[in-house]
């Protein structure tokens, strides 16, 4: 959301959306120095969520990393993973990510390394990031680094799945993300992988980033799904029930307004 306006905000609230989990991201050009990773995270976990609440009522919380697509200088990345855990304990800090490849060097497969041992030894959630070259061959390297470090399947999301990669993630015990993204993939594709694969541990996130994106993804992909004859039920599963119990593993999460329950986005 450090790319979106306060009437991005606004239409999100409008379309349903109550509360947003904000992963550490690309801010737009590559950070110089580790110690703009730190305002970064201190931007987003503070500025972002006093932002949303005071501008639309939106409850906003934060996952923290060096995101894949700066994660190729070996020095700068040991430096901010070092300082990475003292995040942990923020109050809006409910998970570690993105993390994953972007070009898949084998400095950002160490950097992935760490910040997945990182979070399982805090019992942290994770968002993994598929690269979008080379998607399937992503998928599979991710895999077998899950494998291999045997970590907490159930805590971790792999995110920006397409039906190329929809096999081999479904083939653990992570959860399944899709990322609604123009140009990439759409609602209508995600509704084919829904019919064969269910529902079970599958999450919906908007792009809203500083290309072509769509904050209101979520909300439009759920009324989609309303009218194409998905039970209201499947569809607040999607929207909201299955976000909120996957990042309900966080000691942090504590969105509560269950008797009105809309999106997480």
């Known amino acids: 959301m450090t790319s979106r306006t306060t009437d991005d905000y606004r239409a999100i609230r409008r379309a349903g959306v109550e509360c947003v989990i904000e992963p550490a991201f690309w801010s737009g050009s590559d950070k110089q120095h580790p110690e703009s990773f730190f305002d970064y995270f201190e931007h987003i976990i503070d500025f972002e969520t006093e932002r949303a609440e005071r501008v639309a009522g939106v409850d906003h919380y934060v996952t923290v990393a060096i995101n894949p697509k700066e994660a190729d200088d070996r020095e700068m990345a040991e430096a901010v993973i070092e300082k990475l855990p003292e995040y942990f304990e923020r109050d809006r800090v409910v998970g570690v990510g993105e ?23 805090h019992g942290m959630p994770v968002i993994i990031h598929l690269p979008h070259t080379e998607k399937p061959k992503g998928a599979v390297r991710t895999v077998d680094i899950i494998e291999e470090m045997g970590v907490e399947q159930s805590r971790i999301i792999i995110d920006h799945n397409e039906p190329d990669t929809i096999e081999t993630t479904r083939a653990t015990d992570c959860w399944t993300g899709f990322t609604l993204y123009p140009g990439k993939i759409d609602i209508e594709t995600v509704e084919g992988m829904f019919e064969e694969y269910g529902t079970d541990r599958m999450i919906l996130n908007s792009s809203a980033d500083w290309d072509d994106s769509n904050p209101l993804a979520v909300p439009e992909a759920r ?40 999106v997480v986005a």
């Open 99 to 121: 993390i994953g490849f972007n070009l898949q060097t084998d400095t950002e497969e160490w950097a992935f390394r760490e910040q997945l041992r990182l979070a399982d030894d």
């Open 223 to 262: 009324d989609y799904l309303v009218d194409a004859g998905w039970s209201r039920r499947e569809v607040r599963k999607l929207v909201y029930e299955n976000p909120r119990e996957f990042f309900s593993q966080s000691p942090n999460f504590d969105f509560d307004r269950d008797s009105t329950p809309q």
